[in-house]
């Protein structure tokens, strides 16, 4: 039973900083692409980073400078650090799995439930 769950979402002010988590569980780690999109009220899901089972990162070019995606070797966590956040930072922020980079969320097989951030 794979289960991915989101985690270290909240409201910050603008410029702020938050790093969301995404713990995994049922899946073999090595395996998998572990990504992150976000979706705003009223907006489709937005790719915002992933990282491929050899460790290398990609970041969606809007927000490069601003966010940073990584992952812990031993216990099949995910992280993205979000700094400067800005009110179009605002979203529900899902963690997903799939295979192979993609930046296309039907790529992904499973999801999280996602952590709400707010910027104001």
């Known amino acids: 039973h794979v289960q991915l769950v989101e985690s270290g979402g909240g409201s910050v002010q603008v410029g702020g900083s938050l790093r969301l988590s995404c713990a995994a569980s049922?899946?073999?780690?090595?395996?998998?692409?572990m990504g992150w999109f976000r979706q705003a009220p009223g907006k489709e899901r937005e790719w915002v980073a992933h990282?491929?089972?050899?460790?290398?990162?990609a970041v969606a070019d809007s927000l490069k400078g601003r966010f940073t995606i990584s992952q812990a070797s031993t216990n099949y966590t995910v992280y993205l650090q979000m700094n400067r956040l800005k009110p179009e930072d605002t979203a529900m922020y899902y963690c997903?799995?799939?295979?192979?980079?993609?930046?296309?969320?039907?790529?992904?097989?499973?999801w999280g439930q996602g952590t709400q951030v707010t910027v104001s």
């Open positions: 049922g899946l073999t780690y090595s395996r998998y692409c």
């Open positions: 990282i491929i089972s050899d460790g290398r990162p």
């Open positions: 997903a799995a799939g295979y192979g980079g993609s930046v296309h969320p039907d790529a992904y097989n499973y």
